[in-house]
């Protein structure tokens, strides 16, 4: 049974930082296409970072240069690096697990992220 569970997030000033956790659980980052989405109130639910099990890395163009994405075999988590953040960083953040061969997508519960001073 596949299950992430999102952590790190938070209220932080303009130019702050925040990493936020996904621990996984029933996941294999060999098969397992591993992302970052995002959703503001009002907005679609859009992709911000993913990793794929090649290690091929995509970002929105919005976030590059200014996040990260990792990912750590041993801890089963994924990792997403903001750097300075700006009031438009502020929405509820998604961790997704996509199943390459079942095209399965599993999502968890979010973690908000608030960039405000």
């Known amino acids: 049974q596949v299950q992430l569970v999102e952590s790190g997030g938070g209220l932080v000033q303009p130019g702050g930082s925040l990493r936020l956790s996904c621990a996984t659980s029933?996941?294999?980052?060999?098969?397992?296409?591993m992302g970052w989405y995002r959703q503001a109130p009002g907005k679609q639910r859009e992709l911000v970072a993913r990793?794929?099990?090649?290690?091929?890395?995509n970002y929105v163009d919005s976030v590059k240069g200014r996040f990260a994405i990792s990912r750590d075999y041993a801890e089963n988590t994924v990792y997403l690096q903001m750097n300075s953040l700006t009031p438009e960083d502020t929405a509820l953040y998604y961790c997704?697990?996509?199943?390459?061969?079942?095209?399965?997508?599993?999502w968890g519960q979010g973690t908000q992220v608030t960039v405000s001073s």
């Open positions: 990793i794929t099990p090649g290690g091929i890395l």
């Open positions: 997704n697990a996509y199943h390459l061969l079942t095209t399965t997508d599993y």
């Open positions: 029933g996941v294999s980052f060999n098969i397992y296409r």
